[in-house]
């Protein structure tokens, strides 16, 4: 174990509610750090999205000390604390797990372990750095201080033996490398590329968490082209193996629309920019009342694979046949009638994303968005009231012929 010398965190860089429940723990006896992101992202003088804390205490006796929170988790559970909107992960020091030789993918992970155990099952060294609030240090059992100084991804353990336990990490190290600037070790550079396809057997879920994850980071246009330079994009999605250029600029524009949160847009967008490159290109020889049919034929096989969302693949859909639509300036009622759509932000935020299907001089951009402020300025909201039809008295039939 290596302990820095001074604080490299100073205490007011925290904010109240992990002081508060790091506090509690100390106060009730147990060890608690914060670990992970946070302290990395502290240590590189970036702001951290999310303070995440490890401890001794046990899941239900970490509930007992917290009124709010609850214990969540299969795979590993784990305790939520919530302070009104924003909810702190607490989790209990994990040992390694012990997988099976002949398949060693992780599929358990809930063996309670030490602090030190737990800084060595964790994924990148630094990633599994703890801060010791109490004392003011930061604890560093793998060397991840010295990883950060050099700017380099560096896998705990032998990278190709953490690959076959979970080739997520392959996503993983491609965003971290992208959203810090790091290179990855030859290494681990090395093992991703054998285990690239591995990625296949992983849980699609978690791949599409990591996809969204990877479009909305910051970086997110590099961490790709690391993927596609290991052979893993071609895995996650074969028909954009290898992307277009636009596809790398539509992804960086996505990444300054979300501000580098997850949340900072949402799940549809982003599906509709990874789709783009696929669907337009079929969109642009289509009439245009066959839109929605030919945008739906492109993307079903890989919305069905990939698991995503119906009601994200719609919205996706929707947005990415409408950008055809604007191409055109809105000088025909059937052309306005689409600054009435419930989704026309959407789709407006995906034209500025993507830039306009085919090249189009003068652009009517600028006189939809100014549709959508005159919408806005109407107080329309984005819906259009329909008129209710007023039934005629006598059964609402229609009128009988005059005698």
Same mark, same amino acid.
């Given at each position: 174990?290596e ?7 100073a ?5 109240? /509610?992990?002081?508060k ?30 303070f ?18 609850r214990?969540?988790g +299969?795979?590993?559970r ?24 002949? /398949?060693?993918?992780?599929r ?9 155990q ?41 990278? /190709? ?28 550079? /090395? ?19 990591e ?6 980071g ?5 961490a ?29 524009r ?19 920019v ?32 990939m ?9 996706a +859909?929707?947005c ?20 009435f ?11 500025r ?6 090249h189009?001089?003068?652009?009517p ?20 009231r ?18």
């Amino acid at each position: 174990m290596e302990a820095a010398p001074a604080p490299r965190i100073a205490p007011e860089q925290i904010p109240p /509610d992990p002081t508060k429940v790091l506090r509690r723990l100390s106060g009730a006896g147990f060890d608690a750090y914060l670990v992970g992101g946070c302290v990395r992202d502290l240590l590189l003088d970036l702001h951290p999205k999310d303070f995440d804390i490890a401890t001794n205490a046990r899941p239900r006796q970490i509930k007992r000390l917290f009124r709010n929170s609850r214990i969540i988790g +299969r795979r590993f559970r784990l305790v939520h604390v919530q302070f009104g909107d924003h909810i702190l992960e607490v989790s209990t020091f994990r040992a390694p797990p012990q997988p099976d030789e002949a /398949d060693p993918m992780i599929r358990q992970d809930n063996v309670f372990g030490t602090e030190e155990q737990d800084a060595f099952r964790r994924d990148f060294t630094i990633n599994a750095l703890f801060y010791d609030l109490e004392r003011g240090r930061v604890i560093d059992h793998v060397g991840g201080l010295d990883d950060l100084a050099a700017r380099r991804m560096r896998m705990i353990g032998d990278p /190709d033996l953490r690959l076959r336990e979970d080739p997520v990490r392959i996503l993983r190290a491609a965003k971290f490398a992208g959203r810090l600037g790091f290179e990855l070790t030859p290494e681990l550079r /090395d093992a991703a590329r054998v285990h690239a396809r591995d990625l296949g057997k992983a849980a699609t879920p978690r791949v599409l968490e990591e996809i969204y994850r990877l479009l909305s980071g910051r970086g997110g246009a590099q961490a790709f082209r690391i993927l596609e330079d290991l052979g893993a994009f071609s895995v996650i999605l074969p028909e954009l193996s290898p992307p277009p250029e636009s596809f790398y600029a539509s992804v960086e524009r996505l990444s300054e629309m979300s501000g580098g949160g997850r949340t900072g847009v949402p799940q549809s967008l982003m599906i509709a920019v990874l789709l783009a490159p696929l669907v337009l290109p079929r969109l642009i020889d289509t009439p245009a009342h066959d839109y929605e049919a030919v945008a739906t034929d492109v993307m079903r096989p890989i919305i069905l694979r990939m698991t995503v969302a119906r009601r994200d693949a719609t919205i996706a +859909r929707h947005c990415l046949a409408a950008q055809m639509r604007l191409l055109e300036p809105p000088a025909t009622r059937p052309l306005r009638r689409l600054a009435f759509n419930d989704l026309f932000e959407e789709v407006l935020a995906l034209r500025r994303i993507l830039g306009p299907a085919v090249h189009v001089d003068p652009d009517p951009l600028p006189e939809w968005e100014a549709l959508l402020g005159q919408r806005e300025e109407g107080g329309h909201g984005g819906r259009r009231r329909r008129r209710r039809r007023r039934r005629r008295r006598g059964g609402g039939g229609p009128p009988a012929p005059p005698a």
